[in-house]
């Protein structure tokens, strides 16, 4: 490919992805695009619910809603991205959709993957590279980043540092985040864990309601307080998990915005979850999690951090990556109560010796 010039890239728009969870996994890529295009004023594209993952976020300049109601909810966008005037458009979203927006638009310079029969709305359609089933979905995102790299500069320097998938929040909003949760009776000195017991795409990646049953008052008598979390769509799963608890947890399902949940995760000493977004935003964020992993592949899904661990038993059939099991759900009855117990145990006892550390190192300096 002829190598463009980068003077003319002054704005940038990137189309993110629309679940929570694949918009955490598209950060490495967006830290890079600001690496490759460090003068350029970014603009992320996402839907409301992920709004909130990129409040702090340091690698763009700003957000834009894309709040899709229906069909004829891209006309706006359009109008928006053409008054905006736009040099380059980076479409993570595989849709057609996402490619015609940018194509009507008039964006100059229009790279995205080759599907959804959509190439003759790009100027640059990259084909899907034959290892995506085999490797992370970061690195999905960031071989889109890297041949942009290689049109403007004849490089490929991305693939020589690692990725980066962090983010962070504000003091603000840590504090904003502290008050709230001790509106709810949540006490310091005592170690807080979430639980989501829910997953709003698929009831096929939901450990048992009754296993989190057990988890959640195991955790409780032990000492720790229990937050359940989740989204209004995931409701009936935790108000369940709830209902049947002999304990009382804190149940903020449903209670939450984005920004808000993100930062509470922040706060959090782990989280035990299901293959969902939460999973994605406190690894994220740095945070101990734990997560449960059935019909989905965790060698291209799973929490891209070193503070995420994950627990699997899977059968024949998995990964399915079904939406609801046809059969008995045996990927994730085969994790058992004792060990997520055990697990979590393990990992609460190491963040409470790294506060430890760090509260002497602290006093000595």
């Known amino acids: 490919m002829t190598t463009l010039g980068t003077k003319e890239i002054k704005r940038v728009v990137v189309r993110g992805t629309n679940w929570v969870g694949d918009s955490v996994m598209t950060v490495p890529a ?61 479409l993570f979203q595989n849709a057609f959709e996402a490619a015609l927006i940018p194509f009507f638009a008039g964006v100059p310079i229009r790279i995205g993957y080759a599907t959804e029969s959509r190439q003759s709305l790009l100027t640059h359609p990259i084909e899907r590279p034959e290892w995506r089933s ?18 403007l500069y004849g490089t490929s320097t991305i693939c020589e540092s690692e990725p980066d998938a962090s983010l962070n929040i504000s003091p603000s909003r840590i504090t904003e985040a502290a008050s709230f949760l001790g509106s709810y009776g949540i006490v310091e000195g005592k170690q807080v864990v979430a639980i989501c017991p829910g997953s709003i795409n698929s009831r096929a990646k939901r450990w048992p309601v009754e296993s989190f049953v057990q988890l959640s008052d195991q955790l409780i008598e032990d ?10 769509g995931e409701e009936d799963v935790s ?88 059969i008995d759900h045996r990927c994730m009855t085969a994790i058992t109560v004792d060990e997520v117990v055990e697990q979590s145990r393990s990992m609460l006892k190491r963040t409470s ?9 602290d006093s000595v300096a």
């Not at 951090?305 to 699997?312: F, H, K, M, Q, V």
């Open 30 to 90: 967006l830290r890079a695009l600001r690496r490759v295009l460090p003068d350029a004023k970014i603009t992320l594209v996402l839907r409301p619910s992920a709004k909130g993952l990129f409040a702090d976020a340091d690698f763009i300049d700003e957000l834009l809603v894309y709040d899709r109601r229906n069909a004829f909810a891209v006309f706006p966008q359009i109008k928006e991205w053409r008054q905006r005037q736009f040099e380059l458009a980076v």
């Open 134 to 151: 085999s490797k992370h979905e970061v690195f999905y995102y960031l071989y889109l980043v890297t041949a942009l790299e290689q049109l």
């Open 223 to 232: 000492g720790r307080q229990v937050l359940i979390i989740g989204s209004k």
């Open 239 to 326: 108000h369940e998990v709830v209902r049947q608890m002999r304990q009382k947890p804190i149940d903020l399902t449903g209670k939450t915005t984005i920004d808000q949940i993100t930062a509470i995760l922040g706060l959090v000493d782990l989280v035990v979850t299901n293959d969902t977004g939460p999973a994605h935003i406190a690894a994220a964020l740095g945070r101990p999690t734990l997560v449960m992993f059935g019909p989905t592949n965790p060698l291209t899904t799973r929490p891209f951090s070193g503070t995420a661990e994950i627990l699997r038993h899977p059968p024949d059939c998995a990964p399915c990556m079904l939406r609801d099991c046809p």
């Open 353 to 361: 010796f790294e506060k430890t550390v760090r509260s002497l190192c």
